[in-house]
């Protein structure tokens, strides 16, 4: 028997929302938050590991600064590319399929690169594995927020979050026992392997109710709705799910519509920003950490050093980054955690103005330890400030254009990180007080665009149409009635 509460009162209409609310969160959420906690796991891992082994690489094919130039660069094309592309279509062919097709796309791909004797074809292999996994995370992140109940979302963002900052940690964990052993190459198979796993739990789970109701596919919401109530244990009753179809669906013009316009520009900014610095810090920090960090040592520890060395990070090192991102860990849990209590952007403000501090910090030569240890905490707790951006971005865009938009502000992200690269090889690596003090400074700035933007969400129901908050009453919404039993 289910109690007074878990049955649902009775009306004529009930909101996507509403019965989303009914659902509670269960087993349902927990299988979706588990596939895309490997998603993200995956993503972080990649890209990390990518700045680890590149050393490691460069070694093997004995590449020229133009070479490394050319693998890092295509992995931040790529990847904005995929994002946004990704985005936009999961809006208009579905979250899941665009999951499966992604995934699978990306293991081959990625598998591929890694058997390549040659450097072209393993250029290009690994650019496509890195289009197709970024093709994947806007669904991943808006099927798990939309099927969560309104008070648990932050919860299912907090789980990602710290999906990302595990992957970070296991590829630096990873590289300080296997990558001398190993060779970068088995080591980056091996990583491959738990892609297999989101692709099967997803394969066996349904598309977005939110979306599947919105796109005009009742039958296929009905089902998913279903499927929900059936994992969570929920009593399923007969009720009516009210919804309207949008026929702009992924429509970036919406974005800059009078009710998002200036916060759209904000976000821009902080995104634009803020994936900059982190960029040029991931890229840089391998070496940075070869030699003694220390202001003066650092002037020689530049990539031309490398090819005579020619030896990755040592186990040491890779040690104390490994105790940094646990650290990093236990920050983005408590970022999230404070994005409900003072709300999201307050939260992500509190977030960059540490980061800021950190960044700064690193002027004064403490030693390898603390710099890694003050690196780590930095990049911990921008990534806390974005994971509650992302939060926010999926909470104030309505469901026609969540996924495009969230796909649209990661491209921008990878975009602006193709910069990346040049600055870290010519202007950054012997240049670190500069970078650490302007980089701090700019950090600075993304919390002043935050305090701008008006907008503040916190358990906010989700925006189902763009039309959504026009609506005066049941008949605006021109309603297909669906007789919702249960079986």
């Known amino acids: 028997m289910y109690s007074e509460k878990e049955t649902l009162s009775k009306r004529n209409y009930i909101s996507v929302d509403h019965a989303v ?21 995956t993503e972080v891992q990649f890209i990390h590991l990518g700045s680890l082994t590149l050393p490691s690489i460069s070694c093997e094919w004995d590449l020229e600064k133009w070479q490394i130039l050319i693998l890092l660069i295509s992995a931040s094309v790529t990847r904005t590319i995929g994002s946004f592309v990704g985005g936009s279509l999961s809006d208009k062919y579905g979250r899941k399929n665009n999951v499966l097709i992604g995934l699978f796309c990306m293991i081959v791909f990625g ?15 690994r650019a496509s594995s890195f289009f197709f996994l970024h093709c994947i995370t806007p669904s991943a992140l808006c099927i798990v927020l939309e099927i969560s ?3 648990m979302r932050f919860l299912a963002k907090m789980v990602l979050a710290v999906a990302g900052q595990l992957g970070a940690t296991c590829s630096s964990l990873l590289a300080m026992y296997y ?7 088995d080591l980056s198979f091996y990583m491959i392997m738990p892609c297999f796993l989101p692709l099967l739990i997803f394969f066996f789970l349904s598309d977005s109710p939110r979306y599947l109701f919105l796109s005009g596919d009742y039958d296929g919401g009905r089902k998913s709705i ?16 009210r919804n309207v179809k949008d026929q702009e669906r992924g429509n970036v013009k919406q974005m800059f519509t009078p009710e998002f316009e200036h916060t759209t520009w904000m976000i821009l900014g902080v995104i634009t920003v803020k994936n900059l610095v982190v960029s040029i810090m991931h890229t840089a920090m391998p070496y940075m950490l070869q030699g003694d960090v220390c202001s003066t040592a650092l002037k020689n520890n530049t990539m031309s050093n490398e090819k005579e060395n020619c030896q990755g990070l040592t186990s040491k090192t890779l040690y104390s980054l490994t105790k940094g991102h646990i650290l990093g860990i236990v920050i983005t849990v408590v970022s999230l955690s404070m994005s409900q209590v003072v709300g999201r952007r307050r939260s992500s403000i509190t977030c960059y103005i540490f980061a800021a501090g950190a960044m700064i910090s690193n002027i004064w030569c403490q030693g390898k330890e603390a710099f890694i240890l003050k690196i780590t905490t930095a990049n911990a707790l921008i990534h806390g400030g974005t994971a509650i951006i992302n939060l926010f971005i999926q909470e104030i865009y309505p469901t026609s254009i969540r996924a495009m938009t969230t796909g649209f502000f990661f ?19 012997g240049h670190e007080v500069q970078f650490f003090t302007f980089g701090g400074l700019l950090f600075v700035v993304c919390a002043f665009m935050l305090l701008r933007i008006k907008h503040e969400s916190k ?29």
């Not at 244990?233 to 009516?240: E, N, P, S, W, Y």
């Open 21 to 41: 609310e009914h659902a509670g969160f269960g087993l349902a959420q927990i299988k979706y938050m588990l596939a895309a906690c490997v998603v993200f796991f």
């Open 226 to 241: 279903k499927q929900i109530y059936r994992m969570n244990g929920k009593q399923d009753v007969r009720h009516l799910i």
């Open 411 to 429: 491209s921008l992200g990878h975009l602006i990180s193709t910069a990346s690269p040049y600055v870290s090889i010519y202007l950054v690596l």
């Open 111 to 125: 598998l591929t690169a890694v058997l390549q004797t040659n450097f072209y074809m393993f250029l290009t292999f």
């Open 149 to 151: 109940p309104r008070r």
């Open 179 to 185: 990558l001398n052993s190993l060779g970068w190459r």
């Open 459 to 487: 358990d906010a129901p989700l925006q189902e149409t763009t039309r959504y908050n026009t609506l005066q009453s049941d008949l605006d919404w021109g309603l297909e009635e669906l007789d919702y039993d249960s079986d």
